[in-house]
Nanobody
């Protein structure tokens, strides 16, 4: 059974940075498209980034690309999300997700088969 575990969340002031990590176990990591999503209170789940199996294709949500950088290490079964110049509206629970269903990067959360428990990110103004 695939398991995902996020880490690296916390409290940061606006303009600061955080680096999230997701560790993958229980499957062949390189067979999965990986993604990050976030949820804020009272808002729908929002797509952050999706990474192709090989890591050479990365697709960001519309408001993230200039500030967020994602990568994956298929040797270490990890995905990281470097978030810079954080804003209060970036606050929320950040979830790592894995898709065996999709062959390509996708922002459709319904196509992700496994989810982590999430890590809280809070950006103060």
């Amino acid at each position: 059974q695939v398991q995902l575990e996020e880490s690296g969340g916390g409290l940061v002031q606006a303009g600061g940075s955080l680096r999230l990590s997701c560790s993958f176990s229980g499957g062949v990591f390189s067979e999965y498209v990986m993604g990050w999503f976030r949820e804020a209170p009272g808002k729908e789940r929002e797509f952050v980034v999706s990474l192709r199996r090989t890591g050479d294709g990365i697709w960001y949500g519309p408001t993230m690309k200039r500030r967020f950088t994602a990568s994956r290490d298929n040797a270490k079964n990890t995905v990281t999300l470097q978030m810079n110049n954080l804003r209060p509206e970036d606050s929320g629970i950040y979830y790592c997700a894995a898709s065996i269903t999709s062959r390509y990067t996708t922002g459709e959360d319904r196509l992700y088969d496994y989810w982590g428990r999430g890590t809280q990110v809070t950006v103060s103004s």
